[in-house]
């Protein structure tokens, strides 16, 4: 089951690397004349003629209670191109494709989320990163030293978790400059992330270097007179890894969720610079997800991609700690 | 002379692998009866087949368990759970963790008279403390009130051995009950077996001491990876042993 | 274990003012002086800004600010909110118990469900019961929260019996007391629902890997031996073993709460502490950012020291450590 989900997520992870390649359109390619537009479907029979993939055209109209109809309007064909201009699969203009439906100003949401993708699958990535190295540091030198420096620097842990997450990511949003380009937002979103998970993992990693640190191999090099940070490098860390791979795991897939839920109440990324949870932003409101439900796909992908995440991480914690190993004695 | 306990040809297995291959043996009223043997001997696995007890995986393929002329491997569930700790009573090795953390020490005493027997609060209570005294628990009214945790090693384990006998059942299963204790504590628990023999009460003892079993049982059966090797009055197989594997055992107790 | 209770609190309180001060850090780096848009502000009279200035020495170096908020928040003067044109502490208050009513509920349906369930799972393992929970609950946990909210809102609104959104129905002044009840509960349920799934999806996993380990444990073998029935030693051993480990989740449980509440309220317009918040962000309202989160801090402690409390009285072997 493990390995279905990680190979989901490479297959996520390429998709997201290609966004470009793979994407009829650019992210910010509007067309308000098509706003929420629903999915054009791909046709390959022209009127009982097998004629190639292609889309017809659409006019919009207006019905009796001034509701957006999309007519599909028969006579006008827009062949698929392959391969054209760096793309995998585009129509030539005035026609548009949309696969997956359109948003509210006629932007492609099936590129979106490919554009997307690179977002907030890299800010999960990436600030599970500094949490790491951030819990390792702190983590391993308070549980080798103990005493007093591991009473300040769990102190300080107890701290940070004191705050409830989605409390201390708004403050902490807070404090960031109106005016940062969307290079610098995202920059600071992963500083956010990082920032509200390094506790719990630094306080896991601790509580393994206590343990370790009176086993004999420890012992053993201290005598040698192996330096203090040569200690907890060479050895002691890489006793973490394992276990903490599985932690790792988890943290990401709730990174996730937290940009998500950041960027949905437009506290995160912001428009036009997709994120699965920006995306989801127009859909907050109910009235755009009954007449266009198609604009709920990114939550399907944010849920797949978390639950991918969770399952590895559940499945990696089942190989390594024997506490949660189940005998079936 | 009756016997309490008449196993014949007890196969266990679990999946392919036999634990317990066809071994026989009989337990007389008011005599101890050790099984003994090395790890993997299946001497724990015969303990927990007579009160059928075993885990789910294990099943007993063949034999017979009549305990007080009736078959227990025939039993059906209720009369059998009925007759677990009220005719046979179970002792097990380390007894901190054969009590429930949470709960008094008189309190677990006092639940197995609950299901067993139509005794009153009071009544039960009472039966309680005497079983205590019985097993020499020093100052029955506070051990009542103890949490297993603040119990000493010692006392713990009388309480253990009390809880098997609160509803005087005619069978105890030993599993190893010194094996956690130290040597002038190992000595106190085998006197307290010994006056339970003298009560009439057969003991089972289930155990790898040799040295414990030559002193205190009355027969002795020896194990070896299920198979009964050797069974007879202990003096006779530890004085005068003929298989190897008896020797070998002996040896290491010495 | 009173002084274990005295001592835990007087860690807390100092991390409490760790929080606060590095909370009003965080404000004071927000860079322009937030005061000079004020006093651009016509809606705010002249007399307050300046009332404000000088309760919290706007022209004095930063510890001296820092010390005279603290002081200022003990004396119950939490500061102005710019946007809503009060005191924070009129807004704080209501605010404060809608979250409350929100969470609360959501941990009474939470831990009521999820803890019967992973019994079940527990005792009925890899039959199709305990993979169907297993399959539901990674879905729950895995579903952000917000999504969550929205898809049952969508699919309330087609069923059109429960209210979407909001706290109160636009005529509550003139309801009852019983009515008023009843309104605020039906507005309760698509919020406390989908903030529990969450929560309930991992705590039936703990609770059924607790029982799970529980029920290897001698004493349940034990206990079987002594011939008490099934029963018995499910409900009255194995259960109360397995739930203790729990009261120590409570703590935690209460900073997930009050954290996806946040989310789940501004979804479904609930109006509380999470909302409350996000506004002020929006809306640079300093002093009730920092008021909320300082606040979020407290009712987070407060959670853990009762759950410490809680799970002290039910383990005897914390209560008696000492006494021996």
């Keep these: 089951m493990a390995m279905i989900c990680f190979w989901a997520l490479m297959i996520l992870y390429g998709l997201a690397i290609f966004a470009d390649f793979v994407s009829p359109y650019a992210y910010d390619d ?29 006019a919009l109209t207006f019905d009796a209670v001034h509701r957006r109809v999309y007519v599909v309007d028969l006579t006008q064909k827009y062949p698929l191109h392959f391969f054209k201009a760096g793309r995998l699969f585009s129509v030539d203009a005035p026609g548009r494709m949309y696969l997956w439906g359109a948003d509210a100003r006629g932007r492609d949401i099936f590129s979106r989320i490919w554009y997307g993708a690179r977002i907030s699958l890299s800010i999960g990535l990436l600030g599970v990163a500094i949490s790491f190295v951030l819990g390792l540091v702190i983590g391993g030198i308070a549980g080798y030293y103990g005493g007093w420096v591991d009473g300040i620097l769990m102190r300080l842990c107890e701290m940070f978790m004191m705050v409830p997450g989605f409390y201390l990511m708004l403050a902490l949003r807070a404090a960031v400059p109106e005016n940062f380009n969307s290079v610098q937002v995202y920059v600071s979103v992963v500083v956010i992330l990082a920032l509200i ?22 012992l053993a090099a201290r005598t040698l007179g192996v330096s203090d940070i040569a200690i907890i490098c060479k050895h002691i860390l890489p006793q973490t890894i394992s276990y903490s791979m599985a932690t790792l795991m988890l943290t990401v897939s709730s990174y996730i969720l937290a940009e998500a839920g950041l960027s949905v109440v437009g506290l995160g990324i912001q428009d036009p610079v997709p994120s699965w949870g920006n995306l989801l932003s127009d859909a907050m409101g109910i009235v755009p997800v009954i007449f266009a439900p198609w604009i709920l796909l990114p939550g399907l992908f944010i849920f797949i991609a978390v639950m991918c995440f969770n399952v590895i991480g559940d499945a990696l914690r089942d190989a390594f700690d024997p506490m949660f190993r189940e005998n079936d004695e | 002379m009756n016997n309490l306990l008449s196993i014949e040809n007890l196969t266990v297995a679990v999946g392919t692998k036999t634990l317990v291959n066809q071994v026989s043996f009989d337990v007389p009223q008011g005599k101890i009866v050790a099984i003994a043997g090395g790890s993997g001997s299946g001497k724990t696995t015969i303990g927990l087949s007579i009160l059928r007890l075993l885990p789910c995986a294990l099943n007993i393929r063949q034999g017979s368990i009549v305990f007080e002329g009736r078959d227990l491997l025939g039993l059906p569930s209720r009369v059998m759970q009925s007759c677990r700790g ?16 949470l709960f008094t020490v008189g309190q677990q005493l006092d639940e197995v008279l609950a299901a067993h027997t139509k005794l009153s609060n009071p009544e039960r209570y009472k039966k309680v403390l005497d079983t205590f005294t019985e097993v020499e628990l020093p100052d029955p009214k506070r051990a009542y009130n103890c949490y297993p945790h603040q119990l000493s090693g010692g006392m713990r384990q009388r309480a253990m051995v009390a809880m098997a006998c609160v509803c005087d059942p005619s069978l105890i299963i030993a599993d190893e009950p010194t094996s956690s204790l130290d040597v002038t504590l190992q000595v106190k628990i085998m006197e307290l077996f010994a006056r339970l023999r003298k009560k009439n009460m057969s003991i089972l003892l289930i155990a790898h001491d040799l040295g414990m079993i030559s002193h205190l049982a009355d027969e002795v059966i020896i194990l070896r990876q299920g198979e009964m090797v050797e069974k007879g009055p202990v003096r006779q197989v530890i004085g005068r042993p003929r298989h190897e594997y008896t020797k070998e055992l002996i040896e290491a107790f010495q | 274990m009173i002084n274990h209770t005295i001592r835990r609190l007087c860690s807390t309180v100092l991390l409490l003012l760790a929080v606060s001060f590095f909370t009003f850090w965080l404000m004071h780096t927000t860079p322009g002086n937030f005061f000079d848009t004020l006093r651009l502000n016509p809606q705010i009279s002249q007399s307050t800004v300046d009332r404000y200035e000088k309760l919290y020495h706007l022209n004095d170096p930063f510890p001296v600010q820092y010390w005279h908020w603290l002081l200022n928040i003990c004396r119950g003067e939490w500061g102005y909110s710019f946007y809503y044109n009060v005191p924070v502490t009129h807004v704080l208050g209501s605010r404060l118990f809608n979250t409350f009513i929100l969470s609360f509920t959501s941990l009474i349906i939470t831990w009521g469900v999820a803890i019967p369930l992973g019994i079940w799972a527990a005792l009925r393992r890899n039959q199709w019961v305990d993979r169907v929970l297993s399959i539901f609950s990674f879905a729950a946990f895995s579903t952000p929260g917000f999504f969550l909210a929205v898809l049952v809102l969508y699919m309330a609104s087609r069923w059109g019996a429960l209210p979407l959104g909001g706290m109160h129905s636009p005529d509550y002044d003139d309801m009852t007391l019983v009515g008023k009840i009843r309104d605020t509960a039906l507005h309760l349920v ?118 410490d409390i809680l799970l002290t009285l039910v383990d005897p072997r914390i209560r008696y450590e000492k006494s021996n």
């Design chain 1, 30 to 58: 509007e067309n308000r004349d098509f706003s929420y537009c629903p999915p054009t479907a791909v046709e390959f029979m022209d009127h009982g003629q097998w004629s190639g993939p292609f889309v017809y055209g659409r």
């Design chain 1, 197 to 218: 998970g390094w506790a719990s993992l630094a306080r896991i990693i601790r509580g393994m270097a206590l343990s370790l640190r009176e086993r004999d191999f420890v």
């Design chain 2, 86 to 101: 009220a005719r046979i009573g179970m002792v097990f090795q380390e007894p901190l963790s054969a009590f429930d953390p």
């Design chain 3, 190 to 307: 698509i919020p406390a629902t989908v903030l529990s799934l969450s929560s309930m999806a991992s705590l039936q996993r703990i609770m059924r890997g607790n029982m799970l380990g529980i029920l290897r444990q001698q004493y349940i073998l034990a206990a079987r031996a002594k011939g008490l029935p099934e029963r018995v030693v499910i409900y009255r051993h194995a259960l109360r073993n397995a739930f203790n480990p729990l009261a120590t989740l409570l703590g935690y449980e209460f900073a997930a709460l009050l954290s996806g509440a946040a989310l789940i309220e501004i979804v479904c317009s609930w109006p509380g502490l999470g909302s409350l918040l996000l506004t002020a962000v929006r809306s640079k309202d300093v002093y009730l950012v920092m008021s909320s989160t300082l606040l979020a801090g407290v009712l987070l402690v407060i959670g853990n020291v009762l759950a």
